[in-house]
């Protein structure tokens, strides 16, 4: 082989391997990457498969005290966690409108590009991401930031602190359900 093929080659290589197992920004936006792309096409358990594990197992345990709220209205909560997490997005998405619905108008015209990476630390990225799509005739555009954290071995998604605020929700709904207290008293 030449030498200028193979140093074209070796310097090639690592914009062909990134994925959620390379340290730094480019694995975070890889993980990122497939997970809107999942998110888009509505496959909800590669969706989840990106998730913190532990976040996913977390989220579980709320989807079961919610369970526990609205008899009536829950999915299954028995079971894998991240099963279960796939199975309420489904559930969500679903309630929300049929694929040719507004959230399926939304998903399947999901237009989403990276716009860099903002790290904090070897173990904590923000990915912004410009994304648009279309809804009710009309187009939406916006710019976010999507938490992933490298584990030591690859880089997951995180619902950055979401879980808390959704559980703290909860619990107060289950207080004003009691007859208990409301909201807490500013202070």
Excluded: C
């Amino acid at each position: 082989m030449r030498p200028a093929l193979l140093a074209l080659l070796v310097a090639a290589a690592p914009a062909f391997a990134q994925d959620a197992t390379t340290p730094g920004a480019p694995g975070a936006e890889a993980v990122v990457d497939v997970y809107i792309e999942a998110f888009a096409t509505r496959d909800y358990t590669a969706a989840v498969r990106e998730l913190d594990p532990a976040e996913v197992a977390e989220f579980a345990d709320l989807l079961e005290e919610l369970a526990l709220l609205a008899p009536e209205n829950a999915l299954d909560t028995k079971g894998e966690p991240a099963k279960v997490v796939a199975g309420f997005l489904e559930q969500m998405m679903d309630m929300a409108g049929p694929a040719g619905g507004i959230l399926g108008e939304a998903m399947e015209s999901l237009d989403a590009e990276i716009l860099g990476t903002v790290l904090e630390g070897d173990s904590l990225a923000h990915v912004v991401a410009r994304s648009s799509f279309a809804m009710m005739g009309g187009s939406v555009a916006r710019v976010e930031a999507t938490t992933a954290r490298w584990t030591g071995t690859r880089w997951v998604v995180t619902f950055g602190g979401q879980i808390a605020t959704l559980r703290e929700g909860l619990q107060m709904g289950l207080r004003m359900r009691e007859g208990g207290e409301g909201l807490p008293d500013p202070e």
